[in-house]
């Protein structure tokens, strides 16, 4: 790599806060600069792909494009959620090309070869010529699907698209260990309890955004109005997750003053308390003592993220009025800050603005993935 790639100021935004910046830029702009940063940031490390609730039932298949690759997200007959590459083995044809319930075999539908849902390549048919199935040069056993790495936390499918991350609990058991409490059954709301908003902003600066509480007085006069800017605090795992927690968690109640069922067993900070963490790379997730969600960011484009939201709840009985109106008020939160993140992207196109400064009381969160961003880079470099 040339000199002059090595240069990009990432020294100063893993700097101590007190004299950091933001990183550069072309960080959300050069389609050069976003490719390398996305295989050291995105394709090595555990990214968010999905939910399982998108494939609730074994045979259920969804092909999804990450980074310009074709996956297939599928349930198998045993209930396992996997991921596998949604292409045939023989001359590389995609597979599923909708969302559907695969009753019995996946066939490609160019030339028929038939794969089983745990990925085993079970018929070839003609392949040794008209009306000859097999052949002694085609080896069904090592040519099945191509599996991706994957692992489900909170219902949330990670992929490690290199196949070279450490494990997915030894990068993240402290956050394993920090919602111990919340390993519980979660229970999807169903399609009244999910939704997807496009933002045209790069996909972090959306992280960036929800990890810091320093915006709620002005952007979420509503919110702060009962969970002010200083019932908050921040939450930090350098090189891991960021993230906000506050005290003051209000439970949403019907008419008749009912509320959603608690998840069992929480200890009683969890009574009026709340937590918000951006689990690097690219998912967001919130933790309440009657309900759940998970934010996956979709990098769209250099400039175009989708937020697939998803709320869950500790039983699968709650009421469907209730779960309405929480959705609503969430995506009423959530579209709030489509502004501010469309805005900042907007900013990007200043070729005065140097990555910008923190606050060193404020913005600890979004320091510490901005550093981890750039940390990937250079280890990846080096």
């Known amino acids: 790599m040339a000199d002059d790639m090595r240069i990009t100021g990432l ?11 933001g990183l550069p830029n072309a960080h959300y702009t050069d389609p050069a600069t976003i490719a390398e940063e996305t295989r050291a940031v995105l394709a090595d490390t555990w990214a968010g792909l999905a939910v399982g609730a998108d494939v609730p039932a074994p045979g259920d298949a969804v092909p999804i494009s990450f980074l310009g690759q074709p996956l297939l997200l599928l349930r198998d007959e045993a209930g396992q959620v996997r991921v596998f590459q949604n292409i045939c083995r023989h001359r590389g044809m995609i597979l599923v090309s909708a969302p559907r319930r695969i009753e019995g075999a996946i066939r490609c539908p160019y030339h028929s070869w038939c794969y089983a849902k745990d990925g ?5 048919p003609h392949v040794g010529g008209p009306g000859r199935n097999s052949h002694a040069g085609i080896d069904r056993a090592t040519l099945g699907l191509i599996e991706v790495r994957s692992h489900v936390w909170r219902d949330v499918v990670f992929v490690n698209l290199s196949g070279d991350a450490p494990g997915f609990a030894e990068v993240h058991g402290d956050v394993i260990a920090r919602w111990a409490e919340f390993d519980r059954p979660l229970h999807h709301g169903g399609e009244d309890s999910r939704f997807t908003l496009d933002v045209a902003t790069n996909w972090k600066l959306a992280v960036e955004n929800y990890c810091e509480s320093y915006h709620l007085p002005w952007v979420h006069p509503g919110l702060n109005s009962y969970s002010r800017l200083e019932d908050h605090y921040h939450i930090e795992a350098p090189g891991r997750f960021s993230g906000q927690g506050t005290h003051v968690y209000r439970q949403l109640t019907d008419e008749a003053g009912r509320s959603f069922p608690d998840f069992e067993g929480l200890s009683p900070k969890w009574d009026t308390g709340a937590e918000y963490i951006s689990l690097f790379p690219n998912v967001l997730f919130g933790v309440h003592r009657d309900h759940a969600y998970s934010i996956v960011l ?5 400039m175009r993220t989708r937020e697939h939201v998803n709320i869950y709840y500790a039983r699968p009985d709650t009421d469907p009025a209730l779960r309405a109106r929480n959705a609503e008020q969430w995506r009423a939160v959530f579209e709030e800050d489509i502004f501010v993140v469309e805005g900042m992207q907007a900013g990007r196109a200043a070729p005065g603005f140097d990555g910008g400064r ?5 913005d600890g969160p979004t320091h510490l993935f901005h550093a981890w961003v750039a940390g990937r880079i250079a280890a990846r470099r080096a």
Do not use: K, N
Not at 120 to 124: D, E, F, G, K, P
């Open 358 to 362: 923190f606050s060193p009381a404020m």
């Open 120 to 124: 085993r390549l079970v018929a070839t």
């Open 11 to 21: 020294e100063d935004v893993q700097a101590p806060i007190e004299r950091a910046r």
């Open 298 to 302: 979709e990098p769209v484009g250099h």
